[in-house]
C-alpha cells in the first residue's frame, strides 16, 4: 500500500500516478511492468516514488484499490435510482461499456488477476474487488424482489453470480481479442453491443421477472 507520504500530495498528483502505473500494469504485466518507466512517464523521479510506495508490489497494490474505488464510484447512484431493477442492470452494462471504452487498463489489470502466477495478489484482493458488484447487485435484486419485480422463489446469490458472470464477460470481451473473436463468433459476426446489452435485459425478464417486469411502463 502506498505510504503517507503520497496521501499529501494532490489528489491530481495521486490520480497521475496510479493512472501511468495502470497503464503500464496493463500494457506489460504486474511482473514485467518497471517501476523505473513509471516513475518517469509520471514525471516523478525514482526517489520520490520510492517516497511513496516501498516497492512495485505496493505501488501495484494501490492501483488494484483505485480501479476498485473507481468502479464503486462509477456505480454510485445505480441502486438507488428511480427505475426497476432490470433498467438498473442495463445501466450497469452500459457503464461497464462506458469503462471499458474509457479506461480499459484498468479492466486490463483486473483482468490480469485471473493468471496463476497471479495468486498471492487474487488472494488479498479478489474479494474486495468483486464485493463491488456484489453488493450492488444483491441490492438491487432484493430490492426488485420486494417491489414485485423479481420472482421471489430466485435464490438471489445464484441470480447475482449469474449476472456479474454476464458483466464480467461482456466487460472482458471488450478488451481482449481472444474474448472479442468469442464473442463474434457466438453472435455470427453481428456485434452491436447495444443490442446485446438489449437482448441480455429481455432475457432476464423472462428468466427472473414477474408480470410486473414484463408490463409496459406508464
Known amino acids: 500500500m502506498a505510504r503517507a507520504t503520497f496521501s499529501r500530495i494532490s489528489?491530481?498528483?495521486q490520480a497521475l500516478i496510479l493512472d501511468v502505473a495502470n497503464r503500464e500494469f496493463a500494457e506489460h504485466g504486474y511482473h514485467k511492468a518497471n517501476?523505473?518507466?513509471?516513475?518517469?512517464?509520471a514525471g516523478i523521479s525514482i526517489g520520490a516514488m520510492y517516497k511513496y510506495f516501498a516497492s512495485k508490489e505496493d505501488l501495484f497494490c494501490e492501483s488494484l484499490e483505485w480501479g476498485a474505488r473507481?468502479?464503486?464510484?462509477?456505480?454510485?447512484?445505480?441502486?438507488?435510482a428511480s427505475i426497476d431493477p432490470f433498467e438498473k442492470i442495463r445501466t450497469m452494462f452500459m457503464k461497464v461499456l462506458d469503462i471499458a471504452r474509457e479506461r480499459p487498463q484498468s479492466l486490463q489489470v483486473y483482468m490480469s488477476l485471473l493468471?496463476?502466477?497471479?495468486?498471492?495478489?487474487?488472494?488479498r484482493y479478489a474479494g474486495t474487488i468483486e464485493d463491488v458488484g456484489h453488493s450492488y447487485l444483491k441490492h438491487i435484486?432484493?430490492?426488485?424482489?420486494?417491489?414485485?419485480?423479481?420472482?421471489?422463489d430466485i435464490d438471489v446469490g445464484t441470480m447475482i453470480f449469474f449476472l456479474d458472470n454476464h458483466l464480467m464477460m461482456f466487460a472482458f470481451s471488450q478488451i481482449s481479442l481472444y474474448l472479442k473473436i468469442r464473442q463474434e463468433t457466438f453472435l455470427d459476426g453481428s456485434v452491436d453491443q447495444g443490442r446485446v446489452i438489449d437482448e441480455t435485459i429481455r432475457i432476464c425478464k423472462r428468466m427472473f421477472g414477474t408480470d410486473r417486469a414484463s408490463s409496459p411502463k406508464t
Do not use: C, W
Not at 473507481?70 to 438507488?80: K, P, W
Not at 435484486?141 to 421471489?152: A, E, F, N, S, T
Open 70 to 80: 473507481f468502479i464503486r464510484d462509477t456505480y454510485e447512484g445505480v441502486e438507488h
Open 141 to 152: 435484486v432484493l430490492q426488485g424482489q420486494q417491489d414485485g419485480y423479481i420472482d421471489k
Open 35 to 41: 517501476i523505473n518507466t513509471i516513475a518517469s512517464k
Open 11 to 13: 489528489p491530481e498528483k
Open 115 to 123: 493468471g496463476s502466477n497471479m495468486d498471492e495478489f487474487a488472494q
